[in-house]
């Protein structure tokens, strides 16, 4: 009880299974519930049963050592980690006839290493797209024109966010018929890339220019605005 952790027994023979009040606490299960291998199958998340219990197989048959972590659903619909350890006993003929260890909740160390992955992806990410701004001024510096500039900067912008269009349109006061504007799309919309239709000025550039702002959308927040 003092390092919280639950002891179990079970004989995979005659499914016989004691279980400590705290390793039923630690499985959601109240106090007096009858334990055997289908209540406690019946507590394990539904994406970890399957390859739970060929491990369990594979323990049984002296293969490897039972040294687990997976998932629990509690009855409430809460998500829990448990670690369980134990050791097979046979008998005289090499068959299993009992499996006993302890089963201790991991639920906190795995929902740290989660949130330390995610750190570790936002800094990947950020370093990206650093290296990938480096990159794009030295190829914005390089460029001869005001609309190869334009056409490095849409190329450049849509591959450090990630998006699937990117365009920029440059104008004085307005004069969308002198607008110049460069396009970049991804394979996704490989189809379009020939799509040479000048902005005029509506719909979403009309939303840029009163807003002065930067403007990302998701497609379906694309389609939705008015």
């Known amino acids: 009880n003092a390092a919280s952790l639950g002891m179990w027994s079970w004989n995979p023979i005659t499914d016989e299974t004691i279980w400590t009040e705290k390793c039923k606490a630690l499985f959601g299960l109240a106090a007096d519930t009858e334990i055997n291998y289908e209540v406690f199958l019946n507590t394990i998340h539904p994406q970890d049963r399957q390859w739970l219990q060929a491990a369990i197989t594979r323990v049984i048959e002296g293969q490897e050592d039972y040294d687990l ?6 009855q409430d619909g809460s998500v829990h980690w448990i670690a369980t350890k134990g050791k097979a006993f046979y008998n005289v003929s090499g068959q299993a006839i009992r499996l006993m260890g302890t089963s201790q909740d991991i639920s906190d160390r795995k929902v740290a290493e989660a949130e330390r992955e995610i ?3 936002r ?3 950020y370093t990206h797209r650093l290296q990938g701004l480096t990159t794009a001024a030295l190829a ?3 460029a001869n024109s005001i609309e190869e500039v334009l056409q490095v900067i849409t190329q450049q912008a849509r591959t450090i966010i990630g998006a699937h269009q990117s365009v920029t349109s440059t ?3 307005e004069n969308w018929a002198q607008a110049i504007s460069a396009f970049s799309l991804s394979d996704k919309y490989a ?7 000048k902005a ?3 719909g979403i550039y009309a939303y840029v220019c ?3 702002r930067p403007v990302r959308m998701t497609q379906a927040e694309l389609e939705a605005h008015p």
């Open 191 to 197: 189809a379009w890339r020939d799509y040479k239709e």
């Open 123 to 125: 800094s990947r990410e």
């Open 200 to 202: 005029d000025g509506s």
């Open 140 to 142: 914005i510096n390089s």
């Open 171 to 173: 104008t004085i006061d």
């Open 69 to 74: 972590e997976y998932r629990l659903v509690w």
């Open 119 to 121: 750190m570790l992806l």
């Open 210 to 212: 009163q807003t002065n």
